[in-house]
């Protein structure tokens, strides 16, 4: 495939008359040809209201087409894996095989939303029958389900190149419920956004789907992601980030004259308890996982454990000595782009100058150190520090993790109740530690969207009982999840049907359940048609 640098507007290719930007390699600071040009804002209209008119047409078509359509993405995917990890491995540096287990992780996205669609219960069909001898007053008969909201515009994510970016979460749950995607691309990664851009077309065209039903849209500063958020025929936006971006386009949707749901997932500490029994039985090989944890992608994962809680105890100074030691000891890990880059290394300076806190290790750099590389570092806090100053417990994207060490079961739960909203919250411990830290469960439950016990945050399972979202600041809306089969919800919104003949009724709410997906009849779940 040929990567021309100009955006993807339906079955056609952008003007290269806008303003150019290029790509470069984190490894080398090399710059990667092509040029690429941003989109102006004719461009944004032509997206906007070609999608606009897709949507009449998309949001009607059965679920067997539109799982057809995200397989035949998926199969368009496997067959250029090749070409699609060497171009991303260029882009963002990661290794090819972790591309590799996200073009995997991508195509194994759409199929679980293709089986999704084809299934059809995700609609949440309910049925409350007539009933005209009801006293006082008779029941209409009342018939809802989940229908698409419109055209939606997804921010590729700069650390998920595949999984989280043109082809990823946030458009595979977006179509699957029946809305065209406008996709801004990453400006870390335009090559891949491209070639994925493409083979989504195809897909559109070999489905005998409307043009409009996606498009993708360069640019290398922030024009084109506000006009798209502003912009009257969009109707709603996924995003993953950081939180300044993610705030500033809620604050936009929010400020419209329709406000509009921005599902943001921005920025997450992921607190990590490791309990006294937990760190007494098997500390060494916890300072193992955590590292691997805290390391794993460069720590530029939203699940990265970025506050470490342990007893001020001699088991806890060995299991810092450890990690302090796989830090300083680490190789240097390259970040995606050069703004990345100088986030942590700013962030990293700032915290060594936070009252209260200590620099504990910290890889030293050497003099094969690569263009955008940075070092792990390990920092400790005490409790007082770190419940005096907020920004102990803000994200730093990177290779860097914060240990606050209690002397007192109190004193644990008051930092539990300090913490603000984020991803994940992990326990170590052993059934003694949970009977004893019994509260802290109870605590962490109103923080997070998903509690992991004797494990590690990062490796999200796609599934459908997956939760990746929390309260804010984690995300927009605590109520939603970005991965996994529910993240369709958010795409959608109940409509009611009152006392309608059941010709001009869709599907999913006759009477004969002709689908035969599970449906709430009367109260009850069940699959069976309404009458015999
Ligand atoms: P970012 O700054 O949040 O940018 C993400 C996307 O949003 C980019 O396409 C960017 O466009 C656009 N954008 C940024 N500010 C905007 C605004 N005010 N209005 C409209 N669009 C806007 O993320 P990034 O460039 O990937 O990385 C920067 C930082 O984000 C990292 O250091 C990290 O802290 C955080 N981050 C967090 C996660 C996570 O999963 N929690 C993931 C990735 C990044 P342009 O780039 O074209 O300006």
Redesign the pocket.
Known sequence: MKISGQSIIGFHSASNAGPSFGATNPRTGESLSPDFFAAGTDEVNLAASLAHEAFAIYSLISGREKGKFLRAIAAKIEGAVDELVERAEQESALPKTRLQGETARTCGQLRLFAEVVEEGSWVMARIDRADAGRKPAPRPDLRSMLHPLGPVVV??????PLA?SVAGGDTASALAAGNPVIV?????HPGTSQLVGQLLRESVQDCGLPEGVFSLLL????????AL?KHPLVKAVG????????R??MD?AAARPEPIPVFA????TNPVFILPGALRQSGDDLATGTYASLTMGAG????KPGLLFLPENGDAATFIDKLGKLVAESRQFN???S??RS??QS?TARRQTEPGVKLLAARRAASDDQEFGVGAALFEADSQSFLRNPELAA????PATLVVRHSTRAQVLELARKLGGH?TATIHGTEADLREFSDLLAILKTKVGRLVFNGFPTGVEVSHAMVHGGPYP?TSDGRSTSVGSGAIFRFCRPVCYQGFPEATLPDELRDSNPLGIWRMLDGEMTRKPTTG
């Open positions: 921010f590729g994510a700069s650390n998920f989280f801004k691309g990453h400006p870390a640019d290398s500063g922030t024009s084109v992601g506000v958020v995003f993953t980030g950081s939180h300044n971006a993610g500033a386009l936009l997932e921005m920025s997450s530029q994962f939203c699940t970040l995606l782009t703004g990345i986030a942590y962030a994200e730093v994207f990177g991803l984690s």
